[in-house]
């Protein structure tokens, strides 16, 4: 079974400009959830979606959007970009269904890096 | 609010010795807890988790209500355990998860 899937690996921009990035969660799975992973600093959570609908948001400003697609895939969009969006972007991914032992699988990450 | 703390940011040991990583949590409900590591260019996953109540690699972490705490622990580190360790908590019922900051573990030979 594939694991969640994110492209592209990389990615570089340059200030001022958008970033998108794209996951694919496991098959079955309709949550989905994003992460920074900037360094030194953790993880933040960014966004978390479920059957299309934005559920919760973490403390970011507002040009870091993104959306899910019918097929519960998603993307992250960040505009305007910073020097300091430089990180690694985790998406994740979890069962709708909220049972006990549920726990969110990781994807391998976009290292976005903003020059 | 924080829910989950991780005290430590970097926990050096050598190899043989116990180590114990620490996280706290606050949540007035039912949490569920776990441990997740990222070694050096892998994902993120699950360690384990605190229902199951399992041993993997050698670790174990047992729920303490009443000091909300979910330490992690080991009798005897290895070298290839270093990694970064995250603890995490989940909402009993909810897709809601919170991550500590990390704790870098480093396990010198």
């Known amino acids: 079974e594939a694991g969640v899937t994110q492209s592209p690996t990389h990615l570089i921009k340059t200030r001022g400009q958008q970033a998108t990035l794209r996951c694919s969660p496991i098959?079955?799975?309709?949550?989905v959830y994003w992460y920074q992973q900037a360094l030194g600093l953790g993880l933040q959570f960014l966004l978390w979606y479920d059957e299309g609908e934005e559920r919760n948001r973490g403390n970011f400003p507002p040009r870091f959007s993104g959306r899910q697609f019918p097929n519960y895939s998603s993307e992250l969009n960040v505009n305007a970009l910073e020097l300091e969006d430089s990180a690694l972007y985790l998406c994740?991914?979890?069962?709708?269904?909220?049972?006990?032992?549920?726990?969110?699988?990781f994807g391998e990450g976009s290292w976005l890096t903003v020059v | 609010a924080q829910r989950v703390t991780q005290p430590e940011k970097l926990l050096s040991v050598f190899k043989g010795a116990p180590v114990e990583l620490k996280c706290n949590y606050s949540?007035?409900?039912?949490?569920?807890l776990f441990w997740y590591v990222q070694y050096s260019r892998q994902r993120l996953q699950l360690l384990l988790r605190?229902?199951s109540r399992e041993s993997i690699k050698g670790f174990t972490a047992d729920l303490n209500k009443g000091e909300t705490s979910f330490h992690l622990k080991k009798p005897f580190a290895q070298e290839e355990d270093s990694a970064m360790y995250y603890c995490a908590l989940s909402e009993g019922g909810f897709n809601k998860f919170y991550f500590g900051s990390g704790t870098k573990l480093n396990v010198k030979p």
């Open positions: 994740a991914s979890s069962l709708k269904v909220a049972a006990s032992g549920n726990t969110i699988y």
């Open positions: 605190h229902i």
């Open positions: 098959s079955g799975h309709t949550s």
């Open positions: 949540y007035s409900g039912s949490p569920e």
